[in-house]
């Protein structure tokens, strides 16, 4: 317990780590002995961290909301008490949804709705409870139900298959906007505090990725021609969607070229991959198995020996969740890695310096010891 404490107090800081912090100050009834941990995270990025750090440390978790639907007995709760309301509590509308945070109170996320003439959350405005805690209960009364209202939670895309878990992940990959559009988001700022700009998230500081994604563009544009020319009859636009398409394929050539002169450009950025997985493939088939070079013989970038894991459960059970994972297939270890890391920072570093102006910089100059 000690040990998850400490890290605790490192991601939400300490004045959001209570012990024994009495319940009877959390509950509508005003009942309930002690929670052995009580936390307050500030946003879902520190929810996210402190729920992780309670699993590792096999400590049992309650959700409180806002407490108007509990009886906690007087022995209090053993684990940790996460509270969500008081923070978390963000309302927002664009005229035609409300977006909530799981932390606000139901009557204000009805108020809100009403003030931006939203209809249909009016039954909640007496029900004090938060959005979570609301949704969690189905809360409802005169009629409404939150079931009935309520369109999509990230929970309920998580857990809605493959797909929409899949595009989730990919729209936070993907959609810059979804950084600060989603509930909990930090703030984003530049160092002047401006606020964010699609640039500062697109941009990785690493040439290769950017020449990658580039040749992908030039492949969607030279399809998009393909797909143009069967369209018309006429030849002078005909040549014309000819002469692009030919070209996304020039130019596709030149930013391959172009990282190739880049070594070593694989994997992308500095740091290199982890020998215990990089070359592991999971068979999670339901169907047939699929045998090919993506799963046997020697992967294309690193040239490891692919392992091909046939019963992916038991490797994780045997393994404790893969912590206990021995190289195999690969010259690479972890030592190596940590040598080559050191090795490309240094270089990647050099580049950089020397590719900066001599004269003072501002915003860059150091300061004399
Ligand atoms: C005076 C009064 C009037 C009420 N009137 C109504 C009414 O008209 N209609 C009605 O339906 N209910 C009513 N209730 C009951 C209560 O308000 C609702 O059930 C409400 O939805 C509970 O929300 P809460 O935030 O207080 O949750 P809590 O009581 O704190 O928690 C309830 C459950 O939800 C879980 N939970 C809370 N937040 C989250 C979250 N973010 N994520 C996951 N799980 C979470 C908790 O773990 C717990 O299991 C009333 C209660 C009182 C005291």
Redesign the pocket.
């Known amino acids: 317990m000690e040990k998850a404490i400490e890290k605790l107090c490192g991601v939400l800081g300490s004045d959001a780590v209570r012990l024994e912090e009495p319940m009877k100050a959390?509950?509508?009834?005003r009942i309930g002995g002690p929670a052995e941990l009580f936390l307050t995270p500030e946003n879902a990025a520190q929810l996210a961290e402190a729920i992780r750090i309670l699993r590792r440390h096999e400590i049992p978790v309650?959700?409180?909301?806002?407490?108007?639907?509990?009886l906690v007995r007087d022995k209090g709760i053993r684990g940790a008490v996460v509270q969500?309301?008081g923070r978390m509590s963000a309302l927002e509308t664009d005229g035609t949804a409300l977006y909530a945070e799981?932390?606000a109170?139901?009557s204000a996320a009805a108020a809100k709705a009403a003030e931006a003439g939203l209809t249909g959350l009016e039954?909640?405005s007496?029900?004090?409870?938060?959005?979570?805690?609301?949704?969690?209960?189905?809360?409802?009364?005169?009629g409404g139900?939150?079931k009935d209202v309520v369109e999509d939670t990230p929970?309920r895309t998580m857990m809605s298959g493959k797909a929409a878990k899949e595009d989730l992940i990919h729209q936070a990959f993907t959609y810059p906007h979804f950084l600060v559009g989603a509930p909990g988001s930090p703030a984003l700022t530049d160092s002047n505090g401006n606020p964010w700009c699609a640039s500062y998230v697109s941009a990785t500081a690493d040439l290769t990725v950017d020449l990658r994604s580039n040749m992908a563009g030039e492949c969607r544009a030279k399809i998009g021609y393909e797909n143009l020319i069967p369209l018309t009859d006429d030849p002078l636009v005909k040549e014309t969607l000819i002469f692009l398409m030919t070209r996304e394929v020039t130019h596709y050539q030149q930013f391959e070229a172009a990282l190739e002169t880049i070594q070593p450009n694989f994997p992308p950025a500095v740091f290199q991959t982890s020998p215990k997985y990089s070359n592991l493939y999971f068979n999670m088939s339901q169907g047939e198995d699929a045998r090919g070079p993506w799963n046997q013989g020697k992967s294309t970038g690193l040239h490891e020996e692919w392992q091909y894991i046939e019963d992916p459960l038991k490797r994780v059970r045997e393994t404790d969740g893969l912590l206990h994972v021995e190289p195999q297939g690969t010259q690479r270890t972890e030592e190596s890695v940590r040598k080559a890391d050191e090795k490309l920072a240094k270089e990647r570093s050099n580049e950089l310096l020397a590719a900066t102006p001599k004269q003072n910089i501002q915003w860059n100059k150091k300061k004399k010891k």
């Open positions: 959390h509950t509508s009834f309650f959700i409180l909301g806002n407490g108007s639907n509990l969500l309301s799981g932390g109170l139901l039954f909640a007496g029900i004090p409870g938060i959005i979570g805690g609301a949704v969690m209960m189905n809360a409802g009364a005169y139900e939150m929970l």
